[in-house]
């Protein structure tokens, strides 16, 4: 009778939906908020408050206003095996217990879509704390997720149209995980664009917590750039980051002025940034003082360079991490060098030779980079 009752309750809702509408759409957007708030970071402990608080008022409403349960109680206690009391045993049960039942799963779908909703929908750094807590239970899905909305290609083109062709890969050393290595292409507050290459010490879901809240903090100075060289939006980047975790960042940062053509570059570690000019002489930007990594509180404290070039017709600028350059010779960036060399300033050649290139022989890493060449202006007649 259980089962013929719970039943009963499902064929019901799904033959008068309408009837039923209200108590439906009741448990749904409840299950909903309670999906969104669960996304937004909210704690466990919050979320099964939630839920129970709302299984008590379905209980006491069902009581009060039906008395539902007592019903269910007095069947199971007096007339549960007597065949004569079958049928009313069987509504008693359709009316509170499967009603609870379908109640629970519409709640439960709801949860699921507002939860999915949220992860689509809201700002990325509104999901850092959830992605990073579930890190450990889904094998860095949520962390991926996060990743791929903040280094979205069509988002990148948007930035870069009508300024700079533009050229951005970042893979993690295991595929379908999330990656330590990031790139970001933005436009600050007065026109330039501004182009991020970073890489965070390790690689796997360790990596890439540091690396979504390196994303984080962009986002936060992003606003504030305006007259500020490469060197300092590093330093303001590296003060919204935690050093607690002791992970190093190397990173290499550009600004491009795409109506004076200037590029300021700011590098960090051993991220490294060239120029291809369009006579394929190389040079490696920012390599007389470069800096301390990021992530551990010490950038801004020591010497750091920002280089200022001009970018003319024809030249290219590379940034890449080292599980990019150590495809050309491990831990030697001079083999790098000497690839771009041979390469020329054509961005699809040089893309084209990095992927071909084999993986280092120590072992594949993220890999990442950004090319990028300015866009010809044109004089309207």
């Known amino acids: 009778m259980i089962s013929l009752g719970c039943g009963g309750a499902l064929v019901e809702t799904a033959l008068n939906p309408v009837s039923k509408l209200p108590e439906l759409a009741g448990s749904m957007a409840f299950g909903s908020t309670v999906g969104v708030v669960s996304r937004l970071g909210a704690s466990g402990r919050i979320v099964a408050a939630a839920v129970g608080t709302s299984m008590t008022i379905k209980f006491v409403y069902d009581e009060l206003s039906a008395n539902r349960w007592s ?19 069987i509504r008693t049960t359709r009316e509170s217990l499967g009603s609870l039942l379908v109640d629970t799963a519409i709640g439960y779908a709801g ?9 689509r929908f809201a700002a990325p750094e509104k999901l850092l704390s959830d992605a990073v807590s579930r890190s450990n239970r889904d094998g860095g899905a949520a962390l991926r997720s996060l990743q791929n909305r903040w280094e979205d290609p069509s988002a990148f083109k948007r930035h870069a149209e009508g300024k700079v062709d533009l050229i951005t890969y970042s893979q993690p050393a295991s ?6 290595d990031l790139v970001r292409v933005e436009t600050t507050p007065e026109g330039k664009v501004l182009l991020a290459a970073m890489d965070v010490e390790g690689h796997g879901i360790k990596a890439a917590k540091k690396a979504v809240s390196v994303h984080a903090a962009i986002d936060q100075v992003l606003p504030l750039t305006k007259n500020k060289s490469a060197s300092d939006i590093l330093s303001m980047i590296d003060g919204k980051l935690s050093s607690q975790d002791e992970l190093s960042i190397t990173a290499a940062l550009m600004t491009y002025n795409p109506v004076t053509r200037s590029l300021e570059t700011a ?6 940034a060239f120029v291809v000019r369009a006579n394929g002489k190389v040079q490696q930007l920012d390599a007389k003082v470069g800096g301390l990594g990021l992530g551990t509180d010490m950038y801004s404290s020591f010497p750091r360079g920002n280089e200022v070039i001009r970018l003319n017709k024809g030249d290219t600028a590379v940034m890449a991490s080292d599980g990019v350059f150590d495809r050309f010779g491990y831990g030697n960036a001079k083999g790098f060098e000497t690839f771009l060399k041979n390469a020329g300033s054509d961005p699809q050649k040089i893309r084209r030779g990095i992927l071909s290139a084999p993986p280092p022989e120590n072992g594949i890493d993220d890999a990442s980079f950004i090319i990028f060449r300015p866009l010809e202006r044109t004089i309207d007649l």
Do not use: H, I, Y
Request: proline share 5%; aromatic share 8%.
């Open 71 to 89: 019903k269910f109680g007095g069947a199971l206690k007096d007339a549960w095996q007597s065949a004569d009391n079958m049928d009313e045993n």
């Open 111 to 119: 949860m699921k879509v507002g939860s999915l909703a949220t992860s």
């Open 175 to 180: 595929p379908g995980q999330p990656r330590g």
């Open 267 to 272: 590098t960090a570690s051993s991220q490294f």
